[in-house]
């Protein structure tokens, strides 16, 4: 193609069409730039709503990329129900066309798609969202469901059962896959989700502090348990012993430095 339709022109993303409170999502952006098909979705999007077009128009459109953003505006409610204990929704996704203009149309035509939370932490929140496909969706799906997946929140993440045996193991604390189930069997119906359940589990088992903290806190130096930081003394503190092995030059800089200190 000599002379391309200026919708497929390579170019820069056009935020000037966007509204001011509402971004493009990064996923909506790189495939702009990437792929001239779905460029031309987007303009066709723009176009839509610069004109009124309605989430039932979009519904009703004939192409697919755009009818799958229609339809998941209208069943939005039911994904914000099953993610509502992560905390709040962006207020903007609650409305049509705020929906459209951060997701923008689907790319996934071919397949069963639907808007994913790329961080499996949040909410439905501007700026952590994009379209997947059901194969994506049913990882993130299994964090939910006790019988399957990764679902015990450890330190930031999500691990499976067995994963968590051996974080306790670590720590000193005795437990099986199937201590974890009966848990979850005798308090369910105690907390609001699983989040919570199994927070009352390691909190239970003396884990909870371990579980919350920060990744590095529980890793090892080169000298053992001790943070970092213990692990660094000044010289005159190790210099002594090895004085004999070094030259002359090392052991007057070791000792000048010990007076500096001193002073």
Not at 12 to 40: G, I
Not at 128 to 138: C, P, Y
Request: net charge positive; proline share 8%; hydrophobic share 35%.
């Amino acid at each position: 193609m000599k002379n391309p339709p200026e919708t497929l022109k390579a170019g820069a993303f056009p935020y000037h069409d966007w509204p001011e409170k509402v971004p493009p999502s990064q996923q909506l952006v790189a495939l702009y730039l990437t792929l001239p098909s779905h460029r031309e979705n987007v303009h066709r999007m723009v176009q839509l709503l610069k004109a009124g077009a309605t989430a039932k128009d979009f519904m009703n459109h004939p192409h697919l990329g755009l009818r799958k953003l229609g339809n998941w505006h209208k069943d939005r409610a039911k994904s914000f129900a099953r993610a509502a204990h992560r905390g709040p929704h962006s207020p903007e996704l609650e409305v049509w066309p705020a929906i459209a203009w951060h997701l923008g149309p689907c790319p996934l035509m071919g397949r069963q798609a639907s808007v994913h939370r790329i961080d499996d932490l949040q909410s439905y929140t501007i700026g952590f969202l994009e379209w997947a496909d059901k194969g994506v969706q049913a990882v993130e799906k299994a964090a939910d469901k006790p019988e399957s997946g990764c679902k015990v929140k450890w330190q930031g993440k999500y691990i499976s059962d067995r994963q968590l045996i051996d974080k306790l193991k670590s720590l000193g604390i005795v437990k099986t896959e199937l201590s974890v189930r009966k848990f979850r069997q005798n308090n369910k119906a105690k907390h609001p989700n699983l989040d919570a359940l199994h927070e009352a589990m390691l909190q239970k088992w003396g884990a909870l502090e371990a579980a919350q903290a920060k990744p590095f806190k529980y890793l090892p130096d080169f000298l053992g348990d001790a943070l970092p930081v213990s692990g660094i003394h000044p010289v005159y503190e190790w210099g002594a012993p090895i004085q004999g092995s070094q030259s002359p030059e090392i052991v007057s800089a070791g000792n000048t430095e010990k007076s500096c200190l001193g002073a």
